[in-house]
């Protein structure tokens, strides 16, 4: 079970609002890269894995990536603080508007909302932390993209250190990995 | 953010393997009743409840729905660990493996995957509370109809446990419901 | 069984086209509150109402939905008439043109498509009279969304209409379930 | 509008009990080939029908495709009347149970939701009939097949009539799609 | 199985930029009218056609649709080749970038990711022509539309390309049913 | 573009019915780890491939995933072939007789069909061939579990051939992977 700690993992705080820019972050809330797609993927695949360091290193990422959501919603939330409904739509986004008010909704930046059809949970160790080393890559490249679209620094600081933990995160499951198929070959899992 | 304490919200116990019934009771991790949309809804939701207590109360239920996962997937877990294949064939319950091998996945009892189409979140305080009521309701009613699947009192306890937590998250989310009401008519949000 | 009359539940005149409004009034023919989840949501829910009086009142609400959809649809249609290609894509919805022409489709105000996973039909006359109350709920606040993305009279008058209906099957709603609760308690139902 | 008439369009009077076929026959209701599917295409069609035969003739068929979703559905409901848990358990299809109770849920035979991308409107007049033409003939051999699950005259009869309802409808499209192919040649529209 | 030539079906060499329709273009790799679409069913329907040259002709334009799919990817790319970020947004189009940074996806033109709903395969030979008439009409006026969204030749040669071999596609289906329909009238099939 | 040659990857004869091995082996056609996903992932990918070899590698591997779908395709029909009615329904699989008679679907082992959310195209070479890797343990996964699910000789040999095949692309992307890295750190790509 998890317990609320009432605070961000990096603190956020965003000055100018930008809309267009908060509709294409909420990729990493519900696309195909998200924080909840991962936090989902871990949090499940732990159950197969084979040594209790490999089922806790699932759980403290999985829970990690919940707080990612947390910064992400945040991100969105501030981005949009203040607009009005006429600037929502001189952007070409007002459909948040409509669909979610002030609020958001886990989907990626074209609107579609997130399936689980996004993430895979194979049961088997190896190829789980093979899926979860393209799941960081993935989230990765998407942080770059969308540090592409903006020089706004209080956007660009909790962008880059949430790509910055998926490269880390890639850097345990790599070694995990290794472990493991050490491991197999010597036929102990 | 979130921190892990490592153990179930109820501790569970089941001794008589039966795959057939995990497969139902995965509904509870991926259908529309789910567990899983329990906790995105309330997590999304709260960052526009208008007052302080709103928020506290959306980001506790949400966290206790995360535990709940847990407590599924520990069932589902239970219920099929060391079935043989030809003892889900003969269940004919043998695409689990196929697709997840010993593990899982949110999808609903006709291994249907998760989507966040089976929940809305409005960004009204209003709206989203009475969306509450009904998503407990409809959680109360499924685990009511899985319970009425078994008679293995192994089983039966975690599903009465979750069973009356639906009922008791009803009705903190018509308590603020009711004074949001007010408050509304009162002009106060 | 149904016939069709061959009049709007409410007469519709737009004089002034605004396909981008129209984009997102669609929601309401596809989305998660729209009028095509709320008739198919009441006219399934009606077998297992446990009396005639509440199979009536679903199949009546139910009926007029259909009848809403048709509202909603001429709606669109009015405010797409005579846009030129040029137009569309100033606006940058030229893709409802690229997938349907001069029709329309029931998608969200993203364009994604409906899915019967945006309602519920959970078997018990309890849970889906609450279940209606947020479906009601829900509808309400877009349309008041979509109000706000408007001054034309035209189009606001048969939305505030809309609107309206949904205020008063809300209370529709709630009568019924107050009096299956009250069956309920005395184990009449 | 619709105005709803309180009788089936043809009588169902179904004594056995069969709820694995109940679940075969639902994808009438929720399929590539559903009732739903033919009533949502037809009626939101019939905007772009360059005639008002056309109009009409997408309107009467797409109304009655809403009588056949209601026969579609008590056929389901008189097959599983009556059937307990257990009888539901031995046939494997307890999901139905899990998710809708004794009630039923726009899906296919294998209990996958109804969407919108099983059906297509392009908005042009040739074009949209051909697509009906085929929506016809899908409807058609999916009720053959559902006829060869079953020797009960009871289920039979309604599914013959609705069988021969699509070959019907599937004629009335082709004398339109052949008249606007005409007026097409002929530059009338 | 098949082999790969490295070679266009058809040349295409666009020298101007157009990024915002590349993203409609997008729709006939992942839309309802898509050749993706187009690919998948006729290479899997040909298993059920009753004749080896109607496996033969099923299996031929099935493999057409596959070098479509190259054709609408190439034009793509050269539309996007060079535009900067700053472009996509001003354009409105910065989510493929980040979801897909240079490349692309099965997506319809709103950005919804293809799905097999899109696409039936009946199993019966007189219906399943049926739908692939049905299929090459939608694919025809889908390619018009796009047609009337640019004046560029070198954008135009390749959809009109396109556009013709849906209609010779078209003339084959229908006489490949004329004679299966021949054949069924003499019970041959 | 591709050609067509009328001859099996590897030759498939399988002499005794089994539907319901069939409808698990039917993911490798639709389902999260098939064959469509792998040729569509692949041969959408090569497009921001930075060097020919790489480009090329994609196009081979993409084009003999083609073949994989179509040795796929052969095994379920072979495995059905002959099925009467009866015999469907006694294994609880005439579902796939209802939609699509004595043909198949691109669907998962529970009959969900194929969506292009199951496999992701990020435009990033690194990231691609990383998500290849996962795609392709997942496939080997996928069809050991098969393997698990039989022990007829005509089935295993084309599923082991099938999965020997992934492993032999895991490593030709591995190369490719440590290649590209090596010009990532020379700053080549």
């Known amino acids: ?17 930008n809309p267009r820019l908060a509709k294409m972050i909420l990729t990493q809330f519900g696309g195909y890269a998200s924080e909840l797609g991962a936090a989902l993927r871990y949090l499940t695949m732990r159950y197969t894995m084979p040594t209790d360091e490999g089922k806790a290193l699932l759980t403290d990422i999985g829970t ?7 910064m992400i919603n945040t991100i969105v939330l501030q981005l949009t603080e203040g607009a009005t409904v006429e600037e929502l739509k001189a952007m ?11 609020n958001m909704f886990p989907v990626d930046s074209n609107g579609v909302p997130f399936s689980a059809k996004l993430f895979a949970v194979s049961g088997d160790p190896i190829v789980d932390l093979t899926e979860n080393l393209a799941a960081e890559e993935k989230a990765r490249i998407v942080y770059e993209r969308l540090m592409d679209l903006t020089n706004d620094p209080d956007v660009l600081a909790p962008l880059s250190f949430l790509r910055e933990r998926e490269v880390i995160h890639y850097q345990r499951f790599g070694e995990l990995l290794n472990k493991y198929n050490k491991m197999k070959n010597e036929r102990l899992i």
């Open 92 to 102: 070409g986004v007002e459909s948040n508007y409509v669909e979610h008010g002030k």
């Open 64 to 70: 990690e990536e919940l707080a990612h959501i947390e």
């Open 1 to 17: 079970m998890w317990c609320y700690e009432k605070r961000l993992m990096l603190p956020i705080n965003i000055k100018n609002k």
